[in-house]
């Protein structure tokens, strides 16, 4: 929050607040003056959208909401509705390139059109209090907004019209298909109301997909080396590392099935439900890996192996179900479907995983 | 790409429908269509339950229970009774929820 001046309590509007970097100048209008925002990317915005791509950076990239210009405009010209979501809001921008407009910025707490308008954060109260705030009935002379197709379920047009008397009009899902809708006279063609969910859209949202996962991954280690390196004697460290790292690799290899090749994949891997894509990338690969790195020779190397065909599959199926949060078009109603049907497979797997390595330690130990 | 069939919640009645096309503008699957004097249920099981055609239909011809396909939040919600609630909004920075939002 460094643009935020440090004497200032309350936020003040309009230019009374240092510009932003993104800014390039003031525009007058009737209820005052508004900064002119830049359409191209700096260095620093290219950094930022890299940064929340990968990180929890995303929870902070945020600008200030209210009303910014683009160009020159006039009370004649369009009024882009944006989300707080820095991300969000550069997209817009660098879509306005060469337009004149303006650009309404709602207050989302920093999150994206579209989960801002699952949320109701960008949604009709906050969109009719920014109209006021920025006195949009003095700025523009016309009663038409522009917002994106995807805070439809937060914004209730009606109702807008109702309180405001601004009409609602549904812009395209993608910002860069702005200018092709504007040139239409407003009007988007059915691909430009049709949300899509490319190789290149779903490999961007990999890393936040590997992230929990990797955040698990020590404690994993530690589970795995503690159990294949212990003894009636105590814990050996040769046996650990000689009988663990087959089992940490696949836990690596499981990791990376889930949340990266079966979200890349998922056109091509067989069924619908993101447990079975997953559970079939995540056998595949551990049974690949298994032939690459087997388990030492021995009395257990079968117990061993059926641990690895068994629980790592699963573990890649658990982690390829959370990626139904983060697609274009999973339902709550099918992923509750799935978590009825797999999580008790989950916890059985699991059991059975405690039950075989009880087994292979018995075993081990020449107990029976 | 599809999602499971059969699943969603979504219920058009054509009695209440003016046909204003509200919903063919909004919805982000081609889930309805435009015909003559109302619209029509198309493909069902495009419905993501976004909640977009609901919201916006002033006729209250369209119901849909909206909600977040998030796994772990339908889970936490399974554990506390509640409803499924997305946990990637400002109020925990370092939740460890995944790439949604």
């Known amino acids: ?368 | 790409m599809r999602y499971l069939s059969g699943v969603t919640s979504l219920a058009f009645d054509e009695e209440q429908c003016t046909g204003c096309g509200r919903c063919t503008e909004v919805c982000p699957h081609g889930v309805f269509f435009l015909g003559d004097r109302k619209a029509a249920v198309i493909d069902r099981d495009r419905c993501m339950e976004c909640g977009a055609c609901a919201k916006n239909c002033e006729f209250g011809a369209i119901t849909v229970t909206a909600g977040v396909g998030c796994a772990s939040a339908i889970i936490t919600s399974m554990i506390t009774g509640g409803e499924p609630v997305c946990d990637c909004s400002g109020s925990k920075p370092n939740a460890a929820s995944g790439g949604c939002c």
């Open chain 1, 1 to 368: 929050m460094s643009e935020m001046h440090p004497r200032t309590a309350i936020p003040l509007p309009f230019v009374k607040r240092t510009p932003p970097a993104f800014s390039r100048g003031t525009v007058g209008t009737p209820s005052g003056k508004v900064f002119r925002i830049a359409t191209a990317w700096s260095r620093q915005d290219r950094w930022g959208a890299f940064r929340s791509r990968v990180s929890a950076y995303r929870m902070t990239y945020a600008v200030a909401p209210g009303l910014y210009a683009v160009g020159d405009p006039g009370p004649g010209s369009p009024v882009f509705v944006s989300a707080s979501y820095k991300l969000s809001f550069d997209v817009l921008r660098r879509s306005l390139d060469g337009i004149d407009g303006w650009v309404l910025v709602l207050d989302t707490k920093g999150i994206n059109v579209w989960c801002a308008a699952g949320k109701g954060t960008f949604g009709t109260d906050e969109l009719v209090r920014r109209i006021r705030d920025a006195g949009l009935e003095q700025v523009v002379s016309h009663r038409r907004l522009i917002v994106p197709q995807l805070g439809a379920p937060g914004v209730s047009a009606a109702a807008v019209a109702r309180e405001t008397g601004f009409r609602v009009a549904f812009g395209p899902v993608e910002a860069r298909d702005l200018k092709a809708y504007l040139a239409a006279g407003g009007k988007a063609s059915p691909e430009m109301r049709t949300v899509r969910f490319t190789l290149a859209d779903r490999l961007v949202l990999t890393p936040m997909e590997v992230l929990p996962a990797a955040r698990k991954y020590p404690a994993f280690a530690a589970v795995v080396l503690l159990t294949m390196g212990l003894q009636p004697s105590g814990i050996l460290f040769r046996d650990a590392w000689q009988h663990g790292w087959p089992l940490l690799l696949q836990g690596l290899a499981a990791v990376l099935a889930g949340a990266i090749v079966t979200p890349a994949l998922l056109p091509w891997v067989p069924g619908r439900s993101f447990a079975v894509k997953g559970w079939l990338v995540g056998l595949v690969t551990a049974w690949l890996l298994g032939r690459i790195a087997a388990p030492p020779a021995g009395s257990t190397a079968v117990l061993v192996t059926t641990v690895m065909l068994l629980f790592f599959p699963l573990l890649s199926s658990y982690i390829a179900l959370q990626f139904t949060g983060s697609t274009t078009f999973t339902s709550m109603s099918g992923t509750k479907k799935e978590l009825r049907l797999f999580l008790p497979v989950y916890l059985a797997g699991v059991a059975a995983t405690v039950v075989l390595l009880a087994a292979i330690k018995v075993k081990e130990w020449q107990l029976l």
